[in-house]
């Protein structure tokens, strides 16, 4: 059996360089990640601060690092520390967050193709444990999230 994760591959039309934007530069993952930002300098090693504005949310954690940084090619990062003001504004139960607090921390990664006038992008989300609350939840939200991305670059 192989190890739990989450893949999911889109097309986009869009340069890499764009669509880097649009996973890292906070005016933009604002509009196309549901209000989300990412504070970081986007080099490897440094910390990623995530940022729910409207809701006065922070997430800062010295665990929250840039693993892998290529701009227009490759960005991986350990995913984000789940606390009771996130879970709340994100609509999630005291219940699942103490399953996901408990868990390890994940990684996403995203692998960009330049193929002309068409970017591909894939995500991979991993190194979960079997039976993991988290794939589950980002298993439901990524498409989601990922089609909103595409919508944004092909239209704006």
């Not at 693993?67 to 991986?76: I, M, V, Y």
């Not at 350990?78 to 967050?97: K, Q, Y």
């Amino acid at each position: 059996m192989g190890k739990p994760e989450f893949v999911y591959t889109t097309y986009i039309n869009t340069t890499p360089e764009r669509l880097w934007q649009a996973l890292t530069d906070p005016a933009i993952t604002r509009r196309c990640w549901r209000g989300l930002t990412f504070d970081s300098d986007w080099k490897p090693g440094s910390t990623v601060t995530v940022r729910y504005p409207e809701h006065d949310v922070t997430i800062a954690d010295p665990a929250q690092v840039v693993l892998e940084s290529e701009p227009g090619k490759r960005l991986s990062y350990t995913w984000h520390t789940f606390t009771p003001r996130w879970a709340a504004v994100s609509g999630f139960s005291d219940e699942l967050l103490a399953r996901f607090s408990a868990e390890r921390r994940s990684k996403v990664t995203f692998d960009i193709e330049d193929l002309g006038e068409t970017a591909r992008l894939t995500v991979v989300h991993d190194d979960f444990e079997s039976g993991s609350a988290v794939l589950e939840a980002v298993t439901k939200g990524w498409p989601r999230l990922l089609a909103e991305l595409k919508t944004f670059l092909e239209t704006n």
